[in-house]
């Protein structure tokens, strides 16, 4: 047993749940005991129950934990952003190659939050289905705000497609690439660097969304946006 440094109330019940991850990733919900997850955090089982009163407890702070916004100043900037046809690349961008151009086998908190999504999707999909509920308003909602402007401006073309439905399309689009590129051995070889499997799943994403290439190609310009930088 690992002897327990020092730590405020909150950040031990902050350590245990970075702790506890890779077991729920590696086990499940139910494959998982108190004993493994109280040796994972370096805690004792009393410790574990005095921050957490039981497993489900632990693991409904894991989800919430794994479902917050990683770089909340950056969504709100660019929330921020008057809707129009440039934020409308530019967050499709960012959600493409937040998702897709990320290296993921040096990234062991990727990997792991990877493993907790994978998981749930083969389980009762109650870590995932949070993780997307938490996820996915703020994205649609900006979308189709910005669709609708660039419409209006003559840069996209109304179609058939629902706004919404759009917005989920390509969500979804981003992590099956991402899904496929896990393994060390990728399940689909693209045949293109990572850089330009984001640039081409981002001009995919927006001509099904009905921006012509000309708007494209005049706002596409990841190099030139300040906001991307950390």
């Given at each position: 047993?690992?002897?327990?440094?020092?730590?405020?109330?909150?950040?031990?019940?902050?350590?245990?749940?970075?702790?506890?991850?890779?077991?729920?990733?590696?086990?499940?919900?139910?494959?998982?005991?108190?004993?493994?997850?109280?040796?994972?955090?370096?805690?004792?089982?009393?410790?574990?129950?005095?921050?957490?009163?039981?497993?489900?407890?632990?693991?409904?702070?894991?989800?919430?934990?794994?479902?917050?916004?990683?770089?909340p100043?950056?969504?709100?900037?660019?929330?921020?952003l008057?809707?129009?046809?440039?934020?409308?690349?530019?967050?499709?961008?960012?959600?493409?190659?937040?998702?897709?151009?990320?290296?993921?086998?040096?990234?062991e908190?990727?990997?792991?939050?990877?493993?907790?999504?994978?998981?749930?999707?083969?389980?009762?999909?109650?870590?995932?289905?949070?993780?997307?509920?938490?996820?996915?308003?703020?994205?649609?909602?900006?979308?189709?705000?910005?669709?609708?402007?660039?419409?209006?401006?003559?840069?996209?073309?109304?179609?058939?497609?629902?706004?919404?439905?759009?917005?989920?399309?390509?969500?979804?689009?981003?992590?099956?690439?991402?899904?496929?590129?896990?393994?060390?051995?990728?399940?689909?070889?693209?045949?293109?660097?990572?850089?330009?499997?984001?640039?081409?799943?981002?001009?995919?994403?927006?001509?099904?969304?009905?921006?012509t290439?000309?708007?494209?190609?005049?706002?596409?310009?990841?190099?030139?946006?300040?906001?991307?930088?950390?």
């Open positions: 047993m690992k002897s327990s440094s020092k730590l405020s109330s909150e950040e031990r019940r902050q350590a245990i749940i970075r702790a506890v991850r890779r077991v729920f990733a590696d086990k499940g919900f139910h494959g998982t005991t108190t004993r493994e997850l109280a040796d994972a955090a370096g805690v004792s089982e009393a410790l574990l129950f005095k921050h957490f009163p039981h497993k489900e407890a632990l693991y409904s702070a894991m989800q919430m934990f794994c479902s917050m916004e990683q770089d100043e950056k969504l709100e900037r660019i929330k921020g008057e809707p129009s046809t440039s934020t409308l690349v530019l967050i499709v961008h960012m959600m493409i190659a937040k998702t897709v151009g990320r290296e993921c086998q040096d990234d908190d990727a990997m792991i939050h990877h493993r907790l999504m994978l998981r749930s999707l083969i389980e009762d999909g109650e870590f995932a289905r949070l993780f997307f509920q938490k996820n996915l308003s703020c994205w649609m909602a900006k979308v189709e705000e910005c669709l609708e402007a660039s419409t209006a401006a003559g840069e996209a073309i109304r179609g058939p497609l629902v706004p919404k439905l759009g917005a989920l399309f390509a969500w979804n689009l981003a992590r099956a690439i991402m899904f496929s590129r896990i393994p060390a051995r990728p399940l689909v070889d693209y045949g293109v660097p990572r850089a330009t499997l984001v640039e081409q799943a981002v001009w995919f994403t927006l001509r099904g969304l009905g921006v290439d000309k708007a494209i190609k005049r706002y596409y310009n990841p190099e030139g946006w300040t906001i991307l930088a950390d």
